[in-house]
């Protein structure tokens, strides 16, 4: 059990069986009245973000999380496979679980995937990545204004805005935490 009192940006637990990140809290001590925990939390299951004041000496569940690295073998129809890198174990996994991380990763990447009561409810691509750009509109000669972009698609099929010196061919380093071109590789 967690009191409000010990709530710090990152805490887990739970409300209603549901599992919860605290994301900011501030407490406050108002000049009359009693102290209480202002807090915003997100869902780590749906991602919808609350906020609420707690009385700081309101408990709750932790929320246990397990976090594993595993291997992203193949994709199947709709389903996308990932091995556990110490037991061999296969798990499939629906493109909802996956979508934001599996643009930015190639088979047998490793990545990052957290459960919740053995349920995985978030799959992360490893921070930075390098990826060859497959498709990207040939740069004008002589257009060298700062700031100069164009979209570029790479090998998985992301699509990422570059700089127009950037050609088909070329690999890149990409930030998969905001999608954003960082150099070439």
Excluded at 71 to 92: A, C, H, K, R, V
Excluded at 129 to 157: F, H, Q, R
Aim: aromatic share 12%; charged share 30%.
């Amino acid at each position: 059990m967690i009191s409000a009192s010990e709530f710090r940006k990152g805490v887990t637990f739970e409300i209603d069986g549901e599992p919860f990140v605290v994301i900011d809290f501030q407490h406050v001590k108002p000049g009359k009245g009693a102290a209480f925990v202002r807090t915003k939390y997100k869902s780590l299951i749906s991602g919808t973000i609350r906020e609420q004041a707690f009385n700081p000496s309101e408990k709750f569940p932790r929320a246990h999380i397990e976090t594993k690295e595993m291997q992203y073998l193949y994709s199947e129809g709709d389903l996308y496979y990932f091995m556990d890198n110490e037991t061999y174990d296969q798990i499939p996994l629906s493109i909802e679980q996956v979508e934001d991380a599996i643009l930015f990763m190639k088979e047998n990447d490793n990545a990052t995937l957290k459960f919740y009561k053995g349920n995985c409810f978030q799959v992360e691509a490893p921070n930075f990545v390098i990826l060859e750009v497959v498709e990207a509109e040939p740069g004008v000669k002589g257009d060298t204004a700062t700031n100069v972009t164009k979209k570029a698609k790479v090998e998985t099929g992301a699509e990422v805005i570059v700089p127009q010196f950037v050609n088909e061919g070329d690999k890149i380093k990409i930030d998969t935490r905001t999608g954003e071109y960082l150099s070439r590789a």
